[in-house]
Nanobody, 125 residues
Framework: QVQLQESGPGLVKPSQTLSLTCTVSGDSITSVNAYWNWIRQPPGKGLEWMGVITNSGGVYYSPSLKSRTSISRDTSKNQVTLQLSSVTTEDTAVYYC?????????????????WGQGTQVTVSS
């Protein structure tokens, strides 16, 4: 059974860098046809796709967040990491990692076959 678990600080100060880790079990992040996405949902708003890292390590970002986002991986730990720099209160959200079987930038939940439970990140001084 594939499981994804997000972890990281729940509170980040404005202008700092948010860093979250997604630990994957039951699958390898280098598996064929496995794409590891970061998606967030601000309070009272819909899902926002942030970016993806492919099974070979290629990365793609949302144009609106590209200048502040970095996604990387540690294959020895089977982990994917999200970094978002220069955060503001607008970055307060629940952050999810999710696996998709194809490379797709979407907020349609049914395009992802596995989701983490999500982690709340609040940006506040």
């Amino acid at each position: 059974q594939v499981q994804l678990q997000e972890s990281g600080p729940g509170l980040v100060k404005p202008s700092q860098t948010l860093s979250l880790t997604c630990t994957v079990s039951g699958d390898s992040i280098t598996s064929v046809n496995a794409y590891w996405n970061w998606i967030r949902q601000p309070p009272g708003k819909g899902l926002e796709w942030m970016g993806v890292i492919t099974n070979s390590g290629g990365v793609y970002y949302s144009p609106s967040l590209k200048s502040r986002t970095s996604i990387s991986r540690d294959t020895s730990k089977n982990q994917v990491t999200l970094q978002l720099s220069s955060v503001t209160t607008e970055d307060t959200a629940v952050y999810y990692c999710a696996r998709s079987p194809i490379l797709i930038a979407t907020t349609q939940r049914n395009e992802y076959d596995y989701w983490g439970q999500g982690t709340q990140v609040t940006v506040s001084s």
